[in-house]
């Protein structure tokens, strides 16, 4: 399987994992559940008022659904990882992103590994172009700019996408942004992280 090369393919993907928390198909839940409960390194934004995790593994694998993921006998978080690095913000811990996983976990009924859990951060979708929770893609949905810290930045400031958005939407993308300077501060203090570490 190809890795993801954009932030859209990362974010369609942990848009259809999330959609598999309300399939019809047990199993697909049943595939949501385990995979929430045993990851250790999750991309997380908010679709509305709604949490959305994905874990690495999953998200790192382009178009990626539950029957491909089960059939790649070779999926592998040091593989995945520095593919979702060069496109999303790392966070290596966050107590209050974590809580919001253990929020999520309660409901769905999953018990969370005892695992040092890591996040990537990713811009919320707005309210008035929330993607559904349902399986399928959000190439026509018009997200707000993406962030790319890196030589990808589109150079696009907060203030300028925030004026874009609902008051809703302001609060999220506000509430983040703090998140993305933590993020940025904790990267540059460690001097970087090792994906082959990571094994999710």
Not at 10 to 20: Q, S
Not at 130 to 143: C, D
């Amino acid at each position: 399987m190809e890795f993801v090369s954009g932030e859209s393919q990362i974010r369609d993907n942990a848009l259809r994992f999330d959609g598999y928390r309300t399939s019809q198909n047990l199993s697909e839940q049943e595939f949501f559940r385990l995979r929430l409960a045993f990851g250790k390194n999750f991309v997380y934004f908010k679709n509305g008022m709604n949490d959305i995790f994905c874990p690495s593994r999953f998200c790192g694998y382009r178009n990626n659904n539950a029957r491909d993921h089960e059939a790649n006998e070779t999926k592998h978080g040091g593989r995945t990882t520095p593919a979702i690095n060069k496109y999303l913000v790392r966070l290596v811990s966050d107590a209050h992103i974590d809580a919001l996983y253990r929020e999520l976990c309660a409901r769905v009924g999953a018990t969370p590994a005892d695992n040092l859990r890591k996040y990537w951060l990713m811009r919320p979708l707005v309210d008035h172009d929330r993607a559904p929770a349902s399986e399928g893609l959000v190439s026509e949905i018009n997200l707000i700019p993406e962030f790319e810290p890196t030589p990808h930045d589109t150079g696009m400031s907060l203030e300028n996408s925030v004026s874009q958005t609902s008051d809703s939407a302001t609060s999220h993308v506000e509430d983040q942004d703090s998140l993305f300077a933590e993020a940025e501060s904790e990267i540059a203090l460690e001097g970087g992280f090792d994906p082959t570490n990571d094994d999710d």
